[in-house]
């Protein structure tokens, strides 16, 4: 079933899986406690917008690292433009951030809409690649989360304020280059979701367990079956998810 070919496909993909993971089930938590489930899809459409912007224009495509610092530059703006929001606009932060994703999908697909490669562009900007991501790739990804990481463990309260916003832009612009819109999206809110409830030990640690899990299993399939590794992936950790939601409760009902 694993030969040496599949293994260096299989290998660095769930290097990068578990690279998102590593900030985004922190990261959820807060999403959930703050209650802006949109924020996730928001800013990472509007990184995704930058990437669109940095491709249609040959001259920023052309200079160094540019795949890179304008999907960040976008994110940060965005996030900028959220935390404003949510200290004016408190009662109605939810559906301003659902305004906010809506028209940066919108100014996408009216960037792309006379690109021949528009298509091929938007699908891997939103499903992803994460079964072609190379080791080199996952070098500055790598660097960001310890860092990322470090600065929470030395700096819990860093989540709690406006910081969050800006730490939050810059995880996401690279999660969106690895995996895509929606493998961000559902990385961020589905571990989280399925220990929403759950009051017992090693609550983090079974979050991470759920993504491990859905990654694990999704990239099995899509290798396995040629399927569309991004869809997969969704898939599995939504049934990760509610696998570990629905035992967590009979096993709380039971004791």
Not at 47 to 67: K, N, Q, T
Request: proline share 3%; hydrophobic share 60%.
């Amino acid at each position: 079933m694993f030969n040496a070919e599949l293994l260096s496909i299989l290998l660095p993909a769930l290097a990068a899986g578990l690279l998102v993971l590593s900030t985004h089930v922190l990261l959820g938590r807060q999403v959930l406690k703050r209650g802006i489930i949109f924020i996730d899809l928001a800013i990472a459409q509007v990184a995704a917008l930058g990437a669109i912007v940095s491709h249609i224009d040959h001259r920023v495509e052309e200079l160094p690292f540019a795949h890179i610092w304008m999907p960040a530059l976008f994110a940060l703006a965005g996030a900028a433009v959220i935390a404003w929001m949510a200290k004016r606009l408190t009662n109605e932060l939810e559906a301003m951030i659902g305004c906010f994703y809506v028209l940066s999908a919108v100014a996408a697909m009216l960037l792309l809409a006379n690109d021949p490669h528009g298509a091929e562009l938007l699908k891997q900007l939103m499903s992803g690649q994460i079964l072609w991501v190379s080791w080199s790739q996952l070098v500055l990804p790598a660097v960001v989360s310890v860092a990322i990481l470090g600065l929470i463990a030395i700096k819990p309260n860093i989540l709690d304020g406006a910081s969050f916003y800006f730490l939050f832009a810059i995880v996401i612009t690279l999660s969106v280059e690895l995996v895509g819109v929606y493998l961000v999206f559902s990385t961020l809110i589905l571990p989280a979701l399925a220990l929403n409830k759950y009051l017992g030990k090693y609550k983090l640690a079974l979050a991470y367990a759920v993504g491990v899990v859905g990654y694990a299993a999704g990239l099995l399939l899509s290798a396995n079956y040629d399927l569309p590794s991004g869809a997969a992936i969704v898939a599995t950790l939504a049934i990760s998810a509610l696998v570990f939601r629905l035992l967590l409760k009979f096993r709380t009902t039971v004791a």
